[in-house]
Protein backbone atom coordinates (compact mmCIF):
# COMPACT_ATOMS: atom_id res chain seq x y z
CA UNK A 1 0.00 0.00 0.00
CA UNK A 2 1.47 3.13 -1.06
CA UNK A 3 -1.35 5.44 0.38
CA UNK A 4 -0.44 7.35 3.85
CA UNK A 5 -3.48 9.06 4.06
CA UNK A 6 -6.04 6.76 6.32
CA UNK A 7 -9.27 6.32 3.95
CA UNK A 8 -11.52 4.27 4.44
CA UNK A 9 -15.45 3.01 3.62
CA UNK A 10 -18.80 1.52 4.04
CA UNK A 11 -20.04 0.45 0.98
CA UNK A 12 -23.54 -1.02 1.39
CA UNK A 13 -25.49 -2.48 -1.44
CA UNK A 14 -29.33 -1.17 -0.83
CA UNK A 15 -30.84 -4.25 -0.59
CA UNK A 16 -33.12 -3.58 2.39
CA UNK A 17 -32.64 -1.86 5.87
CA UNK A 18 -29.38 -2.25 7.36
CA UNK A 19 -28.78 -4.79 9.73
CA UNK A 20 -27.23 -4.13 13.24
CA UNK A 21 -23.72 -6.06 11.91
CA UNK A 22 -23.59 -3.71 8.88
CA UNK A 23 -24.20 -0.96 11.35
CA UNK A 24 -21.11 -2.00 13.28
CA UNK A 25 -18.89 -2.28 10.03
CA UNK A 26 -19.70 1.62 9.61
CA UNK A 27 -18.63 2.29 12.85
CA UNK A 28 -15.37 0.36 13.19
CA UNK A 29 -14.51 1.83 9.79
CA UNK A 30 -15.53 5.37 11.19
CA UNK A 31 -13.75 4.85 14.23
CA UNK A 32 -11.01 3.70 12.55
CA UNK A 33 -10.61 6.45 10.19
CA UNK A 34 -11.40 8.99 13.04
CA UNK A 35 -8.71 7.68 15.44
CA UNK A 36 -6.09 8.13 11.89
CA UNK A 37 -6.87 11.74 11.35
CA UNK A 38 -8.17 10.26 8.26
CA UNK A 39 -11.39 9.99 5.96
CA UNK A 40 -14.16 7.76 5.80
CA UNK A 41 -16.50 7.26 2.76
CA UNK A 42 -20.14 6.15 1.97
CA UNK A 43 -20.41 4.20 -1.17
CA UNK A 44 -23.79 2.69 -2.53
CA UNK A 45 -23.10 -0.11 -4.15
CA UNK A 46 -26.26 -0.66 -6.19
CA UNK A 47 -24.78 -2.62 -9.16
CA UNK A 48 -27.51 -5.18 -8.98
CA UNK A 49 -30.47 -3.55 -10.08
CA UNK A 50 -32.87 -6.89 -9.20
CA UNK A 51 -31.94 -6.84 -5.59
CA UNK A 52 -32.74 -2.81 -5.42
CA UNK A 53 -35.11 -2.21 -2.43
CA UNK A 54 -36.65 1.32 -2.74
CA UNK A 55 -35.90 3.39 0.62
CA UNK A 56 -33.19 1.20 1.05
CA UNK A 57 -30.34 3.83 0.53
CA UNK A 58 -32.22 6.88 2.98
CA UNK A 59 -32.64 4.07 5.33
CA UNK A 60 -28.92 3.54 5.58
CA UNK A 61 -28.16 7.17 5.31
CA UNK A 62 -30.79 7.64 8.22
CA UNK A 63 -29.36 5.54 10.62
CA UNK A 64 -25.68 6.46 9.93
CA UNK A 65 -26.86 9.72 11.18
CA UNK A 66 -28.89 8.70 14.14
CA UNK A 67 -25.55 6.92 15.31
CA UNK A 68 -23.54 10.06 14.70
CA UNK A 69 -21.29 8.18 12.02
CA UNK A 70 -21.26 11.06 9.65
CA UNK A 71 -18.95 10.17 6.31
CA UNK A 72 -16.86 12.89 5.31
CA UNK A 73 -17.51 12.18 1.62
CA UNK A 74 -20.13 9.83 -0.16
CA UNK A 75 -23.69 9.86 -1.25
CA UNK A 76 -25.38 13.15 -0.07
CA UNK A 77 -21.63 14.76 0.33
CA UNK A 78 -19.63 14.79 -2.44
CA UNK A 79 -16.34 14.91 -2.70
CA UNK A 80 -13.39 14.71 -5.03
CA UNK A 81 -14.15 11.29 -6.27
CA UNK A 82 -17.74 11.67 -6.95
CA UNK A 83 -20.48 10.39 -7.88
CA UNK A 84 -20.56 7.66 -4.77
CA UNK A 85 -23.44 5.40 -6.19
CA UNK A 86 -22.21 2.58 -8.31
CA UNK A 87 -24.94 2.92 -10.48
CA UNK A 88 -24.01 6.32 -11.66
CA UNK A 89 -20.13 5.30 -11.91
CA UNK A 90 -21.66 2.76 -14.70
CA UNK A 91 -19.44 3.61 -17.81
CA UNK A 92 -16.34 4.07 -15.85
CA UNK A 93 -15.75 -0.14 -15.54
CA UNK A 94 -16.09 -1.18 -18.58
CA UNK A 95 -12.84 -0.07 -19.80
CA UNK A 96 -11.23 -1.95 -16.55
CA UNK A 97 -12.71 -5.49 -18.02
CA UNK A 98 -11.42 -4.56 -21.46
CA UNK A 99 -8.19 -3.89 -20.06
CA UNK A 100 -8.35 -7.77 -18.33
CA UNK A 101 -9.65 -9.53 -21.52
CA UNK A 102 -6.72 -7.53 -23.94
CA UNK A 103 -4.38 -8.93 -20.96
CA UNK A 104 -5.68 -12.42 -21.41
CA UNK A 105 -6.93 -12.38 -17.32
CA UNK A 106 -10.79 -12.20 -17.98
CA UNK A 107 -12.75 -13.62 -21.27
CA UNK A 108 -16.24 -12.95 -22.66
CA UNK A 109 -18.19 -16.19 -22.13
CA UNK A 110 -22.14 -16.98 -24.19
CA UNK A 111 -23.34 -19.64 -21.92
CA UNK A 112 -27.12 -19.85 -21.57
CA UNK A 113 -28.47 -20.43 -18.75
CA UNK A 114 -29.16 -23.67 -19.67
CA UNK A 115 -25.82 -24.51 -21.44
CA UNK A 116 -24.42 -23.80 -17.77
CA UNK A 117 -27.07 -26.05 -15.96
CA UNK A 118 -26.03 -28.96 -18.12
CA UNK A 119 -22.67 -28.28 -17.18
CA UNK A 120 -23.66 -28.50 -13.36
CA UNK A 121 -25.27 -31.47 -13.60
CA UNK A 122 -23.05 -33.44 -15.99
CA UNK A 123 -20.29 -32.20 -13.39
CA UNK A 124 -22.21 -32.99 -10.52
CA UNK A 125 -22.99 -36.40 -11.53
CA UNK A 126 -19.14 -37.19 -12.30
CA UNK A 127 -17.52 -35.47 -9.54
CA UNK A 128 -19.29 -33.29 -7.58
CA UNK A 129 -17.32 -30.31 -8.28
CA UNK A 130 -19.45 -28.21 -10.37
CA UNK A 131 -18.03 -24.84 -10.88
CA UNK A 132 -16.76 -22.82 -14.02
CA UNK A 133 -12.88 -23.04 -14.12
CA UNK A 134 -10.05 -23.59 -15.41
CA UNK A 135 -10.93 -27.37 -15.76
CA UNK A 136 -14.28 -26.56 -17.05
CA UNK A 137 -13.99 -23.29 -19.59
CA UNK A 138 -12.19 -24.93 -22.15
CA UNK A 139 -15.85 -27.20 -23.24
CA UNK A 140 -17.25 -24.01 -22.71
CA UNK A 141 -18.79 -21.32 -25.39
CA UNK A 142 -16.01 -18.60 -24.78
CA UNK A 143 -13.76 -16.60 -26.30
CA UNK A 144 -11.45 -18.75 -25.42
CA UNK A 145 -12.97 -22.06 -27.33
CA UNK A 146 -14.65 -19.89 -30.03
CA UNK A 147 -13.02 -19.15 -32.93
CA UNK A 148 -11.96 -15.03 -32.69
CA UNK A 149 -13.97 -14.82 -35.96
CA UNK A 150 -17.52 -15.64 -34.19
CA UNK A 151 -16.63 -14.02 -30.70
CA UNK A 152 -16.46 -11.01 -32.80
CA UNK A 153 -19.57 -11.61 -34.79
CA UNK A 154 -21.44 -12.73 -31.72
CA UNK A 155 -20.41 -9.47 -29.93
CA UNK A 156 -21.54 -7.11 -33.29
CA UNK A 157 -24.83 -8.71 -33.02
CA UNK A 158 -25.39 -8.20 -29.25
CA UNK A 159 -25.65 -11.35 -28.21
CA UNK A 160 -25.81 -11.91 -24.37
CA UNK A 161 -22.35 -12.32 -22.73
CA UNK A 162 -20.67 -12.31 -19.14
CA UNK A 163 -17.00 -11.60 -18.62
CA UNK A 164 -15.38 -13.70 -16.68
CA UNK A 165 -12.27 -13.35 -14.45
CA UNK A 166 -9.57 -15.97 -15.84
CA UNK A 167 -8.82 -17.85 -12.66
CA UNK A 168 -4.96 -19.38 -12.78
CA UNK A 169 -5.16 -22.91 -12.80
CA UNK A 170 -2.84 -23.78 -9.73
CA UNK A 171 -1.44 -20.97 -7.87
CA UNK A 172 -0.78 -20.15 -4.03
CA UNK A 173 -2.69 -16.82 -2.96
CA UNK A 174 -1.04 -15.13 0.19
CA UNK A 175 -3.18 -12.42 1.49
CA UNK A 176 -2.44 -10.63 4.70
CA UNK A 177 -5.79 -9.69 6.96
CA UNK A 178 -5.02 -7.15 9.72
CA UNK A 179 -7.59 -9.32 11.98
CA UNK A 180 -6.57 -13.32 10.94
CA UNK A 181 -3.18 -12.84 10.26
CA UNK A 182 -1.69 -14.48 6.54
CA UNK A 183 -4.79 -16.54 4.80
CA UNK A 184 -3.61 -19.03 1.94
CA UNK A 185 -5.80 -20.30 -0.65
CA UNK A 186 -5.17 -22.12 -3.95
CA UNK A 187 -6.63 -20.57 -6.85
CA UNK A 188 -7.38 -24.32 -8.34
CA UNK A 189 -9.96 -23.92 -5.70
CA UNK A 190 -11.86 -20.90 -7.14
CA UNK A 191 -14.34 -20.36 -10.23
CA UNK A 192 -14.10 -17.94 -12.79
CA UNK A 193 -16.20 -14.76 -11.27
CA UNK A 194 -18.69 -12.62 -13.30
CA UNK A 195 -17.13 -9.73 -13.31
CA UNK A 196 -19.31 -7.66 -15.73
CA UNK A 197 -22.29 -8.18 -17.93
CA UNK A 198 -23.57 -7.29 -21.64
CA UNK A 199 -25.97 -5.10 -20.14
CA UNK A 200 -23.04 -2.67 -19.24
CA UNK A 201 -23.41 -3.32 -15.54
CA UNK A 202 -20.36 -4.63 -13.17
CA UNK A 203 -20.78 -7.06 -10.54
CA UNK A 204 -19.77 -6.45 -7.45
CA UNK A 205 -16.01 -7.83 -7.23
CA UNK A 206 -15.05 -5.25 -10.47
CA UNK A 207 -16.42 -2.51 -8.95
CA UNK A 208 -15.84 -2.88 -5.34
CA UNK A 209 -11.88 -3.19 -6.31
CA UNK A 210 -11.54 -0.58 -8.94
CA UNK A 211 -13.98 1.75 -6.92
CA UNK A 212 -11.13 0.76 -3.90
CA UNK A 213 -8.69 1.74 -6.25
CA UNK A 214 -9.98 4.97 -7.46
CA UNK A 215 -11.31 6.01 -4.24
CA UNK A 216 -7.07 5.59 -2.90
CA UNK A 217 -8.90 3.58 -0.24
CA UNK A 218 -6.28 2.36 2.54
CA UNK A 219 -8.55 -0.21 4.61
CA UNK A 220 -10.72 -1.78 3.58
CA UNK A 221 -12.86 -3.13 6.85
CA UNK A 222 -15.58 -5.44 6.27
CA UNK A 223 -17.65 -8.71 7.42
CA UNK A 224 -16.30 -11.88 7.44
CA UNK A 225 -18.74 -12.86 5.01
CA UNK A 226 -16.50 -10.96 2.75
CA UNK A 227 -13.50 -13.51 3.53
CA UNK A 228 -14.16 -15.86 0.67
CA UNK A 229 -14.20 -12.82 -1.93
CA UNK A 230 -10.61 -11.64 -0.77
CA UNK A 231 -8.28 -14.13 -3.02
CA UNK A 232 -10.83 -12.88 -6.26
CA UNK A 233 -10.01 -9.20 -4.97
CA UNK A 234 -6.38 -9.75 -4.63
CA UNK A 235 -5.86 -11.23 -8.04
CA UNK A 236 -7.79 -8.17 -9.27
CA UNK A 237 -5.41 -6.07 -8.00
CA UNK A 238 -2.38 -7.53 -9.30
CA UNK A 239 -4.26 -8.19 -12.75
CA UNK A 240 -4.97 -4.42 -13.34
CA UNK A 241 -1.24 -3.68 -12.01
CA UNK A 242 -2.54 -2.16 -9.01
CA UNK A 243 -0.89 -4.53 -6.20
CA UNK A 244 1.25 -1.19 -4.83
CA UNK A 245 -1.86 0.69 -4.09
CA UNK A 246 -3.67 -2.16 -3.00
CA UNK A 247 -5.51 -1.53 0.80
CA UNK A 248 -4.36 -3.56 3.61
CA UNK A 249 -7.34 -5.56 4.45
CA UNK A 250 -9.75 -6.29 7.74
CA UNK A 251 -12.73 -8.89 8.19
CA UNK A 252 -14.74 -8.44 11.12
CA UNK A 253 -15.62 -11.72 12.97
CA UNK A 254 -19.91 -12.41 12.70
CA UNK A 255 -22.05 -11.28 15.05
CA UNK A 256 -23.93 -14.51 16.51
CA UNK A 257 -27.50 -15.17 17.94
CA UNK A 258 -27.69 -15.21 21.68
CA UNK A 259 -27.40 -18.65 22.53
CA UNK A 260 -24.08 -18.63 19.77
CA UNK A 261 -25.83 -21.17 17.06
CA UNK A 262 -25.09 -19.25 13.54
CA UNK A 263 -25.13 -15.94 12.54
CA UNK A 264 -27.17 -13.07 13.72
CA UNK A 265 -29.97 -12.46 10.33
CA UNK A 266 -32.24 -10.38 9.88
CA UNK A 267 -35.28 -12.56 10.23
CA UNK A 268 -33.90 -13.01 14.05
CA UNK A 269 -35.01 -10.10 15.77
CA UNK A 270 -38.26 -9.33 16.40
CA UNK A 271 -38.50 -13.54 16.40
CA UNK A 272 -35.93 -13.27 19.69
CA UNK A 273 -37.35 -10.46 20.79
CA UNK A 274 -35.06 -7.53 20.49
CA UNK A 275 -34.71 -5.31 17.23
CA UNK A 276 -32.32 -6.23 14.79
CA UNK A 277 -32.69 -2.87 12.79
CA UNK A 278 -31.70 0.31 13.81
CA UNK A 279 -34.32 2.03 12.86
CA UNK A 280 -37.68 1.20 12.24
CA UNK A 281 -37.90 -0.64 8.64
CA UNK A 282 -41.39 -0.70 6.86
CA UNK A 283 -40.82 -3.27 4.12
CA UNK A 284 -42.09 -1.92 0.83
CA UNK A 285 -43.27 -5.31 -1.12
CA UNK A 286 -44.43 -7.01 1.89
CA UNK A 287 -45.37 -4.69 4.00
CA UNK A 288 -44.20 -5.89 6.86
CA UNK A 289 -42.75 -3.59 9.74
CA UNK A 290 -39.36 -4.83 11.49
CA UNK A 291 -38.86 -3.12 15.13
CA UNK A 292 -35.84 -0.80 15.40
CA UNK A 293 -33.27 0.06 18.23
CA UNK A 294 -34.59 4.27 17.88
CA UNK A 295 -38.67 3.63 18.19
CA UNK A 296 -37.78 1.09 20.80
CA UNK A 297 -36.71 3.77 22.98
CA UNK A 298 -32.81 3.45 22.51
CA UNK A 299 -30.48 6.40 22.97
CA UNK A 300 -28.25 6.69 20.02
CA UNK A 301 -24.85 6.60 22.06
CA UNK A 302 -26.10 3.54 24.02
CA UNK A 303 -27.00 2.08 21.11
CA UNK A 304 -23.43 2.76 19.59
CA UNK A 305 -21.76 2.27 22.74
CA UNK A 306 -23.22 -1.44 23.15
CA UNK A 307 -22.62 -1.95 19.18
CA UNK A 308 -18.59 -1.04 19.44
CA UNK A 309 -18.42 -3.88 22.01
CA UNK A 310 -19.43 -6.43 20.16
CA UNK A 311 -16.10 -7.89 18.36
CA UNK A 312 -13.97 -5.54 20.13
CA UNK A 313 -13.15 -4.54 23.82
CA UNK A 314 -10.91 -2.01 24.98
CA UNK A 315 -8.69 -4.67 27.61
CA UNK A 316 -9.61 -2.41 30.25
CA UNK A 317 -12.59 -2.72 32.77
CA UNK A 318 -14.15 0.21 31.31
CA UNK A 319 -17.47 -0.28 29.31
CA UNK A 320 -18.92 2.99 29.25
CA UNK A 321 -17.14 4.96 25.85
CA UNK A 322 -18.76 8.13 24.39
CA UNK A 323 -17.42 8.25 20.45
CA UNK A 324 -14.78 10.80 21.41
CA UNK A 325 -13.61 8.44 23.99
CA UNK A 326 -14.19 5.13 21.56
CA UNK A 327 -12.54 7.50 18.74
CA UNK A 328 -9.48 7.55 21.33
CA UNK A 329 -9.63 3.62 22.46
CA UNK A 330 -10.40 1.73 18.84
CA UNK A 331 -7.71 -0.48 17.40
CA UNK A 332 -8.23 -3.48 15.13
CA UNK A 333 -5.63 -5.11 17.11
CA UNK A 334 -7.84 -5.24 19.84
CA UNK A 335 -10.71 -6.91 17.67
CA UNK A 336 -11.20 -10.41 18.05
CA UNK A 337 -11.63 -13.63 16.00
CA UNK A 338 -14.12 -15.33 16.79
CA UNK A 339 -18.12 -14.23 16.47
CA UNK A 340 -19.53 -12.26 19.27
CA UNK A 341 -22.69 -13.43 20.61
CA UNK A 342 -25.45 -10.54 20.88
CA UNK A 343 -26.64 -10.10 24.27
CA UNK A 344 -30.00 -8.52 24.19
CA UNK A 345 -29.99 -8.43 28.24
CA UNK A 346 -26.58 -5.95 27.60
CA UNK A 347 -28.28 -3.85 24.99
CA UNK A 348 -30.74 -2.95 27.61
CA UNK A 349 -28.21 -2.56 30.50
CA UNK A 350 -26.54 0.14 28.02
CA UNK A 351 -29.32 2.20 27.69
CA UNK A 352 -30.07 2.44 31.55
CA UNK A 353 -26.51 3.06 32.02
CA UNK A 354 -26.74 5.90 29.47
CA UNK A 355 -30.62 7.12 31.15
CA UNK A 356 -28.43 7.20 34.66
CA UNK A 357 -25.95 9.97 33.11
CA UNK A 358 -28.55 11.75 31.20
CA UNK A 359 -29.26 15.31 32.24
CA UNK A 360 -32.68 14.60 34.07
CA UNK A 361 -33.49 17.90 32.05
CA UNK A 362 -33.02 16.15 29.04
CA UNK A 363 -34.66 13.10 29.99
CA UNK A 364 -37.27 15.01 31.22
CA UNK A 365 -38.11 16.92 27.52
CA UNK A 366 -38.52 12.86 26.40
CA UNK A 367 -40.55 11.84 28.94
CA UNK A 368 -42.73 15.21 28.56
CA UNK A 369 -43.48 14.11 24.98
CA UNK A 370 -45.62 10.94 26.00
CA UNK A 371 -47.04 13.35 28.69
CA UNK A 372 -48.56 15.63 26.81
CA UNK A 373 -49.59 12.67 24.05
CA UNK A 374 -52.00 11.46 27.27
CA UNK A 375 -53.24 15.00 28.20
CA UNK A 376 -50.90 15.45 30.93
CA UNK A 377 -49.23 18.77 30.91
CA UNK A 378 -46.80 20.08 34.11
CA UNK A 379 -44.19 22.51 34.19
CA UNK A 380 -41.07 21.27 33.10
CA UNK A 381 -39.55 21.33 36.44
CA UNK A 382 -41.73 18.80 37.90
CA UNK A 383 -41.30 16.63 35.25
CA UNK A 384 -37.56 17.04 35.83
CA UNK A 385 -38.45 16.48 39.80
CA UNK A 386 -40.33 12.95 38.80
CA UNK A 387 -37.41 11.66 36.58
CA UNK A 388 -34.58 12.17 39.33
CA UNK A 389 -36.87 10.08 41.58
CA UNK A 390 -37.92 7.19 39.65
CA UNK A 391 -34.92 6.87 36.43
CA UNK A 392 -32.61 4.69 38.47
CA UNK A 393 -36.03 1.92 38.40
CA UNK A 394 -36.19 1.70 34.23
CA UNK A 395 -34.60 0.97 31.31
CA UNK A 396 -36.15 3.38 28.90
CA UNK A 397 -37.95 6.40 28.72
CA UNK A 398 -41.21 5.17 28.04
CA UNK A 399 -40.98 3.11 31.13
CA UNK A 400 -41.27 5.81 33.17
CA UNK A 401 -44.72 6.41 33.12
CA UNK A 402 -45.54 2.81 34.79
CA UNK A 403 -43.34 3.90 37.55
CA UNK A 404 -44.56 7.16 37.88
CA UNK A 405 -48.26 7.39 36.79
CA UNK A 406 -49.29 8.04 40.29
CA UNK A 407 -47.71 11.93 40.54
CA UNK A 408 -50.08 12.79 37.97
CA UNK A 409 -53.52 10.86 38.68
CA UNK A 410 -55.00 9.10 41.68
CA UNK A 411 -55.24 5.57 41.98
CA UNK A 412 -58.26 4.01 40.09
CA UNK A 413 -57.66 0.87 41.80
CA UNK A 414 -55.83 -0.44 44.89
CA UNK A 415 -53.65 -3.65 44.33
CA UNK A 416 -55.52 -6.18 45.62
CA UNK A 417 -52.42 -8.26 46.75
CA UNK A 418 -51.23 -5.15 48.95
CA UNK A 419 -54.91 -4.46 50.75
CA UNK A 420 -55.09 -7.94 51.37
CA UNK A 421 -51.80 -8.59 53.28
CA UNK A 422 -51.26 -4.81 54.66
CA UNK A 423 -54.27 -2.93 55.14
CA UNK A 424 -55.48 -3.55 58.40
CA UNK A 425 -58.53 -3.19 60.59
CA UNK A 426 -56.88 0.03 62.19
CA UNK A 427 -55.57 1.38 59.17
CA UNK A 428 -57.70 3.85 58.53
CA UNK A 429 -58.23 4.98 61.61
CA UNK A 430 -54.79 5.95 61.44
CA UNK A 431 -54.86 7.50 58.19
CA UNK A 432 -57.63 9.52 59.63
CA UNK A 433 -55.25 11.00 62.50
CA UNK A 434 -52.22 11.85 60.47
CA UNK A 435 -54.99 13.62 58.11
CA UNK A 436 -55.14 15.39 61.13
CA UNK A 437 -51.81 15.95 61.58
CA UNK A 438 -50.81 17.39 57.89
CA UNK A 439 -53.60 19.51 57.61
CA UNK A 440 -51.79 22.19 60.50
CA UNK A 441 -48.06 21.21 59.03
CA UNK A 442 -46.74 24.59 57.50
CA UNK A 443 -43.58 22.95 55.74
CA UNK A 444 -45.35 20.42 53.41
CA UNK A 445 -41.75 19.29 52.06
CA UNK A 446 -39.42 16.58 52.70
CA UNK A 447 -37.97 17.96 55.67
CA UNK A 448 -41.07 18.79 57.17
CA UNK A 449 -42.84 15.31 56.34
CA UNK A 450 -39.61 13.48 57.17
CA UNK A 451 -40.48 15.49 61.07
CA UNK A 452 -44.28 15.59 60.95
CA UNK A 453 -44.44 11.67 59.87
CA UNK A 454 -41.53 10.68 62.97
CA UNK A 455 -43.69 12.55 65.17
CA UNK A 456 -46.74 10.86 64.70
CA UNK A 457 -45.47 7.61 64.83
CA UNK A 458 -43.83 8.28 67.89
CA UNK A 459 -47.07 9.91 69.71
CA UNK A 460 -49.43 7.18 67.89
CA UNK A 461 -47.25 4.42 68.87
CA UNK A 462 -47.21 2.84 65.05
CA UNK A 463 -44.77 1.35 63.23
CA UNK A 464 -42.77 2.66 60.29
CA UNK A 465 -44.42 -0.25 58.61
CA UNK A 466 -47.49 -0.04 59.37
CA UNK A 467 -47.79 3.61 58.62
CA UNK A 468 -46.10 3.52 55.63
CA UNK A 469 -47.16 0.58 53.80
CA UNK A 470 -51.13 2.03 54.21
CA UNK A 471 -49.82 5.35 53.36
CA UNK A 472 -48.01 4.54 50.39
CA UNK A 473 -51.56 2.10 49.64
CA UNK A 474 -53.72 5.21 49.49
CA UNK A 475 -51.20 7.52 47.13
CA UNK A 476 -50.23 5.30 45.15
CA UNK A 477 -52.69 2.28 44.49
CA UNK A 478 -49.93 -0.17 45.00
CA UNK A 479 -46.55 -1.49 46.96
CA UNK A 480 -44.62 0.54 44.77
CA UNK A 481 -43.01 4.00 44.20
CA UNK A 482 -39.55 5.79 45.16
CA UNK A 483 -39.92 7.55 49.05
CA UNK A 484 -42.81 8.38 50.06
CA UNK A 485 -41.92 11.46 51.39
CA UNK A 486 -41.11 12.62 48.11
CA UNK A 487 -43.97 11.50 46.57
CA UNK A 488 -46.17 13.44 49.25
CA UNK A 489 -43.98 16.96 48.62
CA UNK A 490 -44.92 16.47 44.78
CA UNK A 491 -48.51 15.97 45.07
CA UNK A 492 -48.91 18.51 47.55
CA UNK A 493 -50.88 18.41 51.02
CA UNK A 494 -54.55 18.79 49.51
CA UNK A 495 -53.88 16.36 47.00
CA UNK A 496 -52.47 13.77 49.76
CA UNK A 497 -55.21 14.60 51.87
CA UNK A 498 -58.05 13.91 49.04
CA UNK A 499 -56.01 10.46 48.35
CA UNK A 500 -55.94 9.25 52.00
CA UNK A 501 -59.65 10.48 52.42
CA UNK A 502 -60.64 8.60 49.19
CA UNK A 503 -58.51 5.23 50.37
CA UNK A 504 -60.38 5.10 53.46
CA UNK A 505 -63.51 5.68 51.87
CA UNK A 506 -62.78 2.91 49.29
CA UNK A 507 -60.59 0.01 50.43
CA UNK A 508 -62.79 -2.64 52.35
N1 LIG B 1 -21.59 -4.05 -1.09
C1 LIG B 1 -20.99 -4.95 -0.15
C2 LIG B 1 -22.00 -5.15 0.97
O1 LIG B 1 -23.14 -4.92 0.77
C3 LIG B 1 -19.70 -4.35 0.34
C4 LIG B 1 -18.68 -5.34 0.79
C5 LIG B 1 -17.34 -4.65 0.98
O2 LIG B 1 -17.26 -3.84 1.91
O3 LIG B 1 -16.46 -4.89 0.19
O4 LIG B 1 -21.71 -5.53 2.07
Redesign the pocket.
Known amino acids: MTQTRVRVRF???PTGPLHIGGVRTALYNYLFAKKHGGDFLLRI?DTDQNRYVPGAEEYIMESLKWCGIEWDEGVGKEGPHAPYRQSERKLLYRQYALQLIENGQAYYAFDTPEELEDMRKKLEAEKGNAQYDAHTRGNMRNSLTLPEEETKQLLDSGAHYVVRYKMPENEEVVMQDLIRGTVKVNSGLLDDKVLFKSDGMPT?HLA?VVDDYLMEISH?I??EE?LPSLPLHVMLYRSLGWTDSMPEFAHLPLLLKPDGNGKLSKRDGDRLGFPVFPLLWNDPKSGEISSGYRESGYFADAFVNMLAFLGWNPGTEQELFSMDELIKAFSLERVGKSGSKFDPAKATWFNHQYLLRKDNREVAQLFDILLKEKGIHQPIERVEKIVSLVKDRVNFVHEIWEQAFFFFTPPQSYDEKTVKKKWKEDSPVILENLVKELHSLEDFNVDGLEKALHDYMENHQVGAGKLMTSLRLALVGAGMGPDLKEIMAFLGKEEVIARIELAVKTIE
Open positions: APSEYNVRGW
